[in-house]
T-cell receptor, first 113, second 113 residues
Framework: GENVEQHPSTLSVQEGDSAVIKCTYS??????FPWYKQELGKGPQLIID?????GEKKDQRIAVTLNKTAKHFSLHITETQPEDSAVYFC????????????FGQGTELSVKP | KAGVTQTPRYLIKTRGQQVTLSCSPI?????VSWYQQTPGQGLQFLFE???????NKGNFPGRFSGRQFSNSRSEMNVSTLELGDSALYLC????????????FGPGTRLLVL
């Protein structure tokens, strides 16, 4: 079945720097790739998503890129702020898997002031 | 619109007991998915309900079950609790069948002693 690998597991950056989190997926039928941010004591919050017919999507300081040939997608956060500190999860959706989301293991991002 | 709500937020049970968790989706959403989140296994899909029917099921034992009511509210039940069932149980709703975009609730933190 589908497998999603996420790297790195932890990431520490200085405020104002950029952060990049990478994910690879195994099922070529996957067609939807959301990113979630989870703060302590809260549920995952959707921050951005991308579909397989698009190569890049931006929303203010956040961008996601997708390389279907290589089966990987990445989250880019620019001008990081302390409030960006959280655990970030990538996920992949494939109708071959019945429509469920398969999640990466998460990246704990720490932004130091 | 109000977000996804889950009750209770925290729960302590002992081994062998059973537990029922509740989820109310975003108004108008008809699909509800359940996930288990643990530090070791990450976010794992339990099952999905749409229009009161289980549409998809993850790789969990039969002790984990669920149902959905006509108003789209959903419950999940875990019988004969084991220590390893201690986890954050997350509910996510989406607007329609096959709609990949899922919005998560805050979760129910279950501790099994």
């Amino acid at each position: 079945g589908e497998n999603v690998e996420q790297h790195p597991s932890t990431l520490s950056v200085q405020e104002g720097d950029s952060a990049v989190i990478k994910c690879t997926y195994s099922d070529s039928a996957s067609n939807y790739f959301p990113w979630y941010k989870q703060e302590l004591g809260k549920g995952p919050q959707l921050i951005i998503d991308i579909r397989s017919n698009v190569g890049e999507k931006k929303d203010q300081r956040i961008a996601v890129t997708l390389n279907k040939t290589a089966k990987h997608f990445s989250l880019h956060i620019t001008e990081t702020q302390p409030e960006d500190s959280a655990v970030y999860f990538c996920a992949a959706h494939s109708y071959n898997q019945g429509g469920k989301l398969i999640f990466g293991q998460g990246t704990e991002l720490s932004v130091k002031p | 619109k109000a977000g996804v709500t889950q009750t209770p937020r925290y729960l302590i049970k002992t081994r062998g007991q059973q537990v029922t968790l509740s989820c109310s989706p975003i108004s108008g959403h008809r699909s509800v998915s359940w996930y288990q989140q643990t530090p070791g296994q990450g976010l794992q899909f339990l099952f999905e309900y749409f229009s009161e029917t289980q549409r998809n099921k993850g790789n969990f034992p039969g002790r984990f079950s669920g149902r959905q009511f006509s108003n789209s509210r959903s419950e999940m039940n875990v019988s004969t609790l084991e220590l390893g069932d201690s986890a954050l149980y997350l509910c996510a709703s989406s607007s329609d069948r096959g709609q990949e975009t899922q919005y998560f609730g805050p979760g129910t933190r279950l501790l099994v002693l």
